[in-house]
């Protein structure tokens, strides 16, 4: 097993082959992420995300236009609650720079601002209403596992692990999951995972506490009683935003939901409750 | 010379006819103005007015159940439309091929957190 590890997308890279002499392979997942931070950062003046939030209108290359794709359609999956144009909403929380620039303190949020924009694509031309700017945060890291897992997959069975959004091609891969007491293992086989929660991109704005998550439909850090929340699906996509489509529905609902569909989910609640779903139980 | 008894009989049946005439004239008394009863009056100016407050208390039942009942249909519509939403959203999910998972004992090898 080889495994390789770095930074990119503001988080913890995490690489994993079953195979020796993989570094062709792991070399070649690497640069995708670089590749993909470079098209997609909200945080890059020269990104295609900044360009198209700055003109308004963008020629977008492939992924740009695929990740757009899978996020407006995300959005209609999920009613609204997973919204690409929240982009203005995490800005005026606070979340104007990489987190790690992010002050722990400090004045007043500005106010919220809904999202729910207007975002339209004619062949490979987006166009963004007046107004609306978007933010691929969420759902470019577990595009870009996805996209890293093929050129990986070369070397053998593997691993992709972009700070929780965890991609994976062939064999079984016992991850670790943290509940309100502890941690269980779900193994993974032909599946993906993602955890979305405001336990970690936290910080406080005229003594309030927010975090990164925001609800689309008031445009404020979500107030759910879900601290994080853990899903299963067929690939990282599908898991980011059913992970955070879930989070913003609350501890019960959530559960309800994952049930119905039967999506494996872990909902870890504010008061210490772990709930198994979709399946888990 | 004596008057014709005919024309005395006339005579005496026109002043009867006169005199009864006279008589309900007199009776009648169109000349008079009766005094109403200031009841009768209180009474229907009261009539007049609650037969106003009736016609406004129907307008404003009228208004407020045409409201209501908007508002009911606009509420009802709200209900259908978040649970088609919900109904859709756990139709979608369910779309995606159920993922392969288990829970088991072994040690991780990685782990997940929030990004």
Known sequence: MERRTFRAMGTEIELLVEAEGADDALDAAEREFHRLESLL???????????????????????????????????????????????????????????????????????????????????????????????????????????????????????????????????????????????????????????????????????RALHHLIDPSTGASAASDVIRITVVAADAVDAEVLATSLFLAGMDDAATEANAAGVPAVIVGADGRTLLAGGLA | MGTNHVGRLYSVALALVVFFLAWAVVAARPWSTSAADPRLKVLAAREAQLRREAQLVNRVVAHRWTAYRAALHARQAEIATAKARSSQRAASYAVAPSAGVRIVTLPPLTITRTS
């Open chain 1, 41 to 207: 950062s909200r945080f890059r003046d020269d990104s295609e995300l900044s360009q198209l939030n700055r003109d308004g209108s963008i020629d977008a290359g492939p992924d740009l236009l695929r990740v757009v794709e899978l996020a407006l359609a995300a959005r209609e999956r999920t009613g609204g609650r997973f919204d690409p144009t929240v982009h203005d909403a995490v800005v005026a929380a606070g979340y104007d720079r990489t987190f790690e620039s992010v002050p722990a303190d400090g004045a007043d949020a500005g106010a919220p601002v809904p999202a729910g924009g207007g975002v339209r694509i004619d062949g490979n031309r987006i166009e963004l209403e007046a107004g609306v700017r978007i933010d691929l945060g969420g759902i470019g890291k577990g595009y870009a596992a996805e996209r890293a897992a093929e050129p990986l997959a070369t070397a053998g069975p593997c691993l992709v692990n972009a700070g929780g959004d965890i991609a994976t091609r062939g064999g079984s891969w016992p991850v670790g999951v943290a509940t309100g007491d502890g941690t269980l293992t779900l193994e993974l086989f032909g599946s993906a995972l993602a955890t979305s929660g405001r336990d970690r991109r936290t910080w406080q704005r005229g003594g």
